[in-house]
């Protein structure tokens, strides 16, 4: 039996409207509900933690800190330049997961003249800190995880992370973890 093009194009619609209800339905039904059936959000709570004091944090320097798991390298920096999100009085301070976005490997090398971390030893992306961890150049095209960050008088907490860290099933594996529910 052949099908007209018609009839292809019919049920291809058909059995890809299905497979998407198979997928939405569930998640649907599965959002918690309050008392009253409004439906609630799960947030997850990320630890603060002071990573650096700003006055001993020189311009080019950078600091590394693991945020917020024990082995998830960060990179705490001041660029002497305003950055995208970048905070502090000349908005300069920045922080960033220092794994690499396309295979994980750990940068380490900072180019402060630039604002660039990187190359990558593993295949020589380097990331662009200035404008949000942007790859500069290199293998990697997702941004580096940015670490959420405030200042305490001098003291420089972490907040969060946003955007995830590679190699981590969720960017707070290994961290005891409070679920706040909210509407």
Do not use: K
């Not at 497979?19 to 998640?27: D, E, M, R, S, Y």
């Not at 650096?52 to 920096?77: K, M, R």
């Not at 295949?123 to 800190?129: A, E, K, N, V, Y």
């Not at 003291?155 to 679920?179: M, P, S």
């Amino acid at each position: 039996m052949s099908l007209t093009r018609r009839e292809f194009v019919f049920l291809g619609a058909a059995g890809g409207a299905a497979a998407a209800a198979g997928v939405i339905l569930p998640v649907g039904l599965s959002w918690d509900r309050d008392e009253d059936g409004e439906v609630t959000a799960l947030v997850l709570q990320y630890p603060e933690v002071v990573v650096g004091s700003y006055l001993e944090l020189e311009i080019g320097t950078p600091s590394t800190f693991e945020y917020p798991a024990p082995g998830q390298p960060n990179v705490l920096a001041r660029l002497g330049m305003p950055a995208e999100h970048g905070i502090g009085p000349e908005e300069d301070l920045v922080a960033f997961s220092s794994l690499c976005t396309h295979m994980g490997c750990p940068v380490t090398e900072f180019q402060s003249d630039e604002g660039v971390l990187g190359p990558c030893p593993c295949h020589f992306t380097s990331f662009d800190l200035a404008h949000d961890g942007q790859p500069a150049i290199g293998q990697a095209t997702q941004r580096l995880p940015r670490v959420l960050l405030r200042l305490d008088g001098d003291e420089i907490v972490a907040t969060g992370l946003r955007r995830h860290v590679y190699g981590y099933a969720d960017n707070l594996q290994g961290v005891g973890v409070e679920l706040l529910q909210s509407s």
